[in-house]
């Protein structure tokens, strides 16, 4: 059974630092990302991870946040440096695979100002 679960949101203040964790299992995945959605807009991708290893940011994050991966404990990471309140919003990790995609329940991110 594929598991995806992130962790690590919180609340911090505009410019520090959070990472969120995603444990995706059960699957060989093709890639894993880091969604995100405010209250009243869309789900944007923030950033992915392939298979291959190429990364992928959005623009708003370019710079700012780093994905990365450790193969061994199956864990996907998000480094959130210089957060800004527009980061404010719950971000999700989505695993690929040949079948499906699979999402994980959210965690909550709050920048305050």
């Known amino acids: 059974q594929v598991q995806v679960v992130e962790s690590g949101g919180g609340l911090v203040q505009a410019g520090g630092s959070l990472r969120l964790s995603c444990a995706a299992s059960?699957?060989?995945?093709?890639?894993i990302g880091w969604f995100r959605q405010a209250p009243g807009k869309q789900r944007e991708l923030v950033a992915d991870?392939?298979?291959?290893?190429?990364?992928n940011y959005a623009d708003s994050v370019k710079g700012r946040f780093t994905i990365s991966r450790d193969n061994a404990k199956r864990m996907v990471y998000l480094q959130m440096d210089s957060l800004k309140p527009e980061d404010t919003a719950v971000y999700y990790c989505?695993?690929?695979?040949?079948?499906?995609?699979?999402w994980g329940q959210g965690t909550q991110v709050t920048v305050s100002s």
């Open positions: 989505r695993a690929r695979d040949i079948w499906n995609v699979y």
């Open positions: 059960g699957s060989t995945f093709n890639a």
């Open positions: 991870i392939l298979v291959g290893g190429s990364l």
